[in-house]
């Protein structure tokens, strides 16, 4: 495990093409299993940057969150820049602020990630599962940010 903040599974060109049907699918109203559009605005550029992602609502403390599977991504560089973004699935846009979560309360939440979205992710935990010890995902919290998000308001947007 990399345990470092430059930690990142690129995807390989079947998973980013993938994406790409996914993010089609929740910009044009379906959801698969929970899936949305992810827009945050890039930290360079000032341009909104769109990636599908897969929000988790985690029980216990009723707070969603953003987990980056793949590690520092472009998306979390540029989310901790804006602080915020929009989700969307078709016309329904809730935008949101974001705080990052510090790594010694990521565990629970990446547990219950793992458990609803593991068959997608799993890959990219290098062995951590659902399954593994608090201390196997503490480990790997470094490698994943994980963004708790609060919706500031919910709205009907353009398609496309």
């Not at 590690?71 to 329904?92: C, D, I, P, T, Y």
Request: hydrophobic share 35%; with cysteine; charged share 25%.
């Amino acid at each position: 495990m990399s345990s470092s903040s430059t930690y990142y599974l690129k995807g390989s060109p079947l998973n980013v093409r993938l994406n790409g049907v996914v993010g089609w699918l929740a910009r044009h109203g379906v959801s698969l299993m929970g899936s949305a559009e992810l827009s945050v605005r890039g930290r360079k550029s000032g341009k909104m940057q769109r990636i599908p992602v897969n929000p988790y609502l985690h029980e216990a403390d009723q707070c969603q969150y953003l987990v980056s599977a793949r590690g520092h991504s472009q998306w979390v560089r540029n989310m901790r820049v804006a602080g915020g973004g929009e989700l969307r699935v078709g016309r329904k846009v809730r935008e949101f602020s974001a705080v990052e979560v510090p790594d010694d309360e990521k565990p629970a939440v990446m547990r219950g990630y793992l458990e609803r979205w593991g068959w997608q992710v799993n890959e990219y935990f290098q062995g951590v599962t659902a399954k593994s010890s608090d201390a196997e995902i503490l480990a790997s919290a470094p490698d994943h940010p994980v963004f708790r998000i609060t919706v500031q308001s919910a709205k009907k947007g353009r398609k496309g």
